[in-house]
């Protein structure tokens, strides 16, 4: 069984720093491209970034790009959201998910809560 | 950057009814495209991609059409699980881009 568990959410100040971690099992991570996909309270989904399988490609949305660095580490099936720099706006449930080869998302972890508030 | 645009934001709807939510793209995505339904608390599913092709498990009164920049999700017999926001999802290029969701609510 897939299974996608994200760790890490916490309050943290503005300005702070914060790394998200994403423990995989049930399938071949090596073999995935995955996501980092975020939802502020009572908005919708927000696509944060994407990393290939091989860690060759690796995308950012505008509202992150030179704050947040994705990373993973497929010896240990694991995906990271290293968050600096952090604003009351990046508070959200952050979600991990994971590409299919054509690229549309077909698993979900439950999400690790983020909240940027003095 | 693509945009992608949902209608409506807010459907009401009886158990039964036949249900269309619209998704437009702001350029051509071809059939790139995803539907997600997401219940309160939960964690997104994946219902339909390629524009059209029903992911395993999900029932048959879901289905998707479209290409180019105007997509359909369609649920032919609302059933009271259904309740629950809508997503479309274009994965043509990067950025990736989501609807901004349809809320479908009971009449």
């Known amino acids: 069984e897939v299974q996608l568990v994200e760790s890490g959410g916490v309050l943290v100040k503005p300005g702070g720093s914060l790394r998200l971690s994403c423990a995989d099992s049930?399938?071949?991570?090596?073999?995935?491209?995955m996501n980092w996909v975020r939802q502020a309270p009572g908005k919708g989904l927000e696509w944060v970034s994407s990393?290939?399988?091989?860690?060759?490609?690796?995308y950012y949305a505008d509202s992150v790009r030179g704050r947040f660095t994705v990373s993973r580490d497929n010896a240990k099936n694991s995906l990271f959201l290293q968050m600096n720099s952090l604003r009351a706006e990046d508070t959200a449930v952050y979600y991990c998910?994971?590409?299919?080869?054509?690229?549309?998302?077909?698993?979900w972890g439950q999400g690790t809560q983020v909240t940027v508030s003095s | 950057d693509i945009q992608m645009t949902q209608s409506p934001s807010t459907l009401s709807a009886s158990v039964g009814d036949r249900v269309t939510i619209t998704c437009r793209a702001s350029?051509?995505?071809?059939?790139?495209l995803a539907w997600y339904q997401q219940k309160p608390g939960k964690a997104p599913k994946l219902l339909i991609y390629?524009?059209?092709s029903l992911e395993s498990g999900v029932p048959s009164r879901f289905s998707g059409s479209g290409s180019g920049t105007e997509f359909t999700l369609t649920i032919s017999s609302l059933q009271p699980d259904d309740f629950a926001t809508y997503y479309c999802?274009?994965?043509?290029?990067?950025?990736?881009?989501f609807g901004q969701g349809t809320k479908v609510e009971i009449k």
């Open positions: 999802q274009q994965y043509h290029s990067y950025p990736r881009a």
């Open positions: 998910a994971r590409n299919r080869a054509a690229g549309e998302v077909d698993y």
């Open positions: 990393i290939s399988d091989s860690s060759i490609y690796i």
């Open positions: 390629k524009a059209f």
């Open positions: 350029q051509s995505i071809s059939s790139w």
């Open positions: 049930g399938f071949t991570f090596s073999s995935y491209g």
